[in-house]
């Protein structure tokens, strides 16, 4: 009983976050979360167009705190709005965006799409980025396309600080799917390791120090012959 309930609540859950998704439209949210408090259900949006979220006067904002409270039978929803300081560093945001471009100009200047944005990712301040595009693009068959550059972790514990996303985009030629994957520059890199001079020095010393113990060793062994 117990894992039904928890099923139902997750479907739930699931259902309320694409359901904002689709009413606020496609490029405008990134991440929804849902927290629940004593007084009530708490949905924190996270989006980089904050204006284009509350609308005028927070019309958007009431609009949709009402749909929450009657057609998900929320007791007490509040919306909050949480603005993405470094869009470029969101890889949702990213992703839509390529989407919409995909949408907009046409599957035949995919390349220049997605090497557009992983420039923008990477001149931004990026440690590493891969854009990957599936789809008819531009051939009958359906064929994956990768674009990437910087450092990127994969596997391991270093992976999880990667921002991963997908993202779908509806051209005349078929479904194309859109994956974006982000190594912020403030990542923590746990396996990360910095040389610094101070390091360098410490290296330079030890190894200074190793060649005068050889030497010693060698004139110890000469005396002693």
Do not use: C, H
Not at 43 to 71: A, F, H, Q, Y
Request: proline fraction near 4%; hydrophobic fraction near 40%.
């Amino acid at each position: 009983m117990e894992e039904r309930n928890t099923v139902k609540f997750k479907k739930d859950e699931f259902a309320i976050k694409e359901y904002i998704k689709s009413i606020l439209g496609k490029g405008k949210i990134s991440k929804i979360r849902i927290e629940y408090t004593p007084v009530g259900e708490k949905v924190i949006v996270s989006t980089n167009k904050p204006g284009l979220v509350i609308g005028k006067r927070g019309e958007k904002i009431e609009e949709l705190t009402d749909i929450l409270r009657n057609k998900f039978k929320l007791e007490n929803p509040r919306v909050e709005i949480e603005e993405i300081r470094n869009p470029e560093f969101d890889a949702q945001t990213i992703a839509d965006e390529i989407a919409l471009s995909l949408e907009r100009l046409g599957p035949l200047k995919f390349k220049v799409i997605a090497y557009k944005n992983l420039q923008r990712v990477m001149n931004a301040g990026a440690l590493g980025v891969e854009i990957v595009l599936g789809g008819k693009l531009p051939s009958a068959r359906a064929k994956s396309w990768r674009f990437q550059q910087g450092y990127l972790k994969k596997v391991g514990d270093s992976a999880k600080v990667v921002d991963k996303a997908q993202s779908v985009a509806q051209t005349r030629p078929g479904t194309v799917g859109v994956k974006v994957s982000i190594l912020a520059p403030t990542a923590i890199l746990r396996d990360k390791v910095e040389l610094t001079k101070d390091v360098l020095d410490r290296l330079r010393m030890n190894v200074i120090k190793v060649e005068e113990v050889n030497e010693e060793k060698k004139k110890t062994k000469k005396v002693k012959k």
